[in-house]
């Protein structure tokens, strides 16, 4: 198991110096579901919900959330993102909604916490858009399904 490069000789937490590292291309692909009542799926896929379209309402916060992690994360690196997807893909026979997000930068360190924080942002702003209607939505099955790029190499899920 690999150490953890947060904490100094002491156990204090500190930002990772990625100073001698090099810049590579660098991808990280994430996911989460928003499941919903019937008629709550309904009013966002047809587009009926009082406060406007849900879903591209929420694509905009899940880009403008990877450009801001930095600003959310303690010890996230700030990043000049040259890359940010925010896709929806609904299912009507569970009333849900999977929300991916990808992300990429020419940089030093990776963009996990990035892709992350653009799903968990864009569920976030469809709940609050709808949460009028229907306050018993779930948030759910957030994870990164893939990162490439850097030292480590790939993971897939």
Known sequence: MPTFTHLDE??????????D???TVREAVAQGVITMQPET????REQKVKKGNVLETARIA??????RTAELIPMCHPLSI???????SPHPETHS????AVVRVVGKTGVEM???????????TIYDMCKSYDRAMTISDLYLLKKSGGK???FVR
């Not at 899940?62 to 450009?67: D, F, R, T, W, Y």
């Not at 040259?82 to 929806?88: A, L, S």
């Not at 924080?117 to 976030?124: D, K, P, Y």
């Open 97 to 100: 909604i999977r929300i991916e």
């Open 10 to 19: 002491e156990g204090r937490v500190r930002m990772v110096d990625v100073s």
């Open 82 to 88: 040259t890359h940010v997807q925010v896709d929806f």
């Open 62 to 67: 899940g880009v403008q959330a990877a450009k």
């Open 21 to 23: 590292k090099a810049a």
């Open 152 to 154: 480590s190499g790939t």
């Open 41 to 44: 799926f309904d009013l966002i």
């Open 114 to 124: 990035e892709a992350l924080t653009a799903v968990s942002i864009a569920a976030l």
